[in-house]
């Protein structure tokens, strides 16, 4: 099995522009999930999403952020205007029931 | 409020030393505790809990769950300088997979 697999792995973008995080579940997970980590506030869940379907955003930091899951092997997270402080890696899991397998990860660089 | 709290939040040690890594919780309703390791990409899952009393164990870690003191311990024996790591815990709320993370424990281990 590969994983969960994110692309990019590395993104280096101006303030204002868009970004957009690819994330591929593993195969048979139900639920996934979009998590950020900084040195700052540790690991933050953003959102997840149960068959497809988003079930609790509330960690969105605000409504530059938004994710879609249009099928059961692929998701999207979009920020956009992006600013400075968006800067951090951004991971994405999945998992049935309790136990998360996490992807490498996107390490987002806004200047 | 539910929250998942670690320590220590470091710990320097030497190759040979055993380590014990704390996580207590307060979650209502809980079903259970997942401990992860962190090296330098995404965290990787260890061990979960779900039962108080019983040990899981995976070659020189082992973990184990108290219910009623709201706490779980990691252990870690003969450590080696490839156990430098962040440990993390993380437990669901009630009813949802929004998981609590505590901030960590970073494990360094000397030669």
């Known amino acids: ?111 | 409020e539910d929250k998942v709290v670690q320590s220590p939040l470091s710990l320097v040690v030497h190759e040979g030393d055993t380590v014990t890594l704390n996580c207590s919780y307060e979650v209502t309703n809980f079903r259970s505790l997942l401990w992860y390791k962190q090296e330098k990409k995404a965290p990787t899952f260890l061990f979960m809990l779900t039962s108080s009393g019983i040990e899981k164990k995976s070659g020189r870690l082992s973990s184990i769950l108290d219910k009623k003191e709201l706490f779980s311990i990691l252990n870690i024996t003969a450590t080696q300088t490839g156990d430098s790591a962040i440990y993390l815990c993380a437990v669901p709320p009630p009813g949802t997979y929004k998981y609590i993370f505590g901030t960590g424990t970073r494990l360094k281990v000397l030669a």
């Open chain 1, 1 to 111: 099995d590969a994983g969960v697999i994110q692309s990019p792995r590395h993104e280096v973008t101006e303030m204002g522009q868009e970004v957009t995080l690819r994330c591929k579940p593993i195969s048979g997970h139900d639920y996934l999930f979009w998590y950020r980590q900084t040195m700052m506030r540790g690991l933050e869940l953003l959102i997840y999403f149960n068959n497809n379907v988003p079930i609790d955003d509330s960690g969105m930091p605000e409504d530059r952020f938004s994710a879609k899951m249009p099928n059961a092997s692929f998701s999207t997270l979009k920020i956009q205007p992006s600013e400075p402080r968006d800067s951090a890696v951004y991971f994405c899991a999945s998992s049935v029931r309790d136990t998360q397998y996490f992807g490498p990860g996107t390490r987002l660089t806004v200047l």
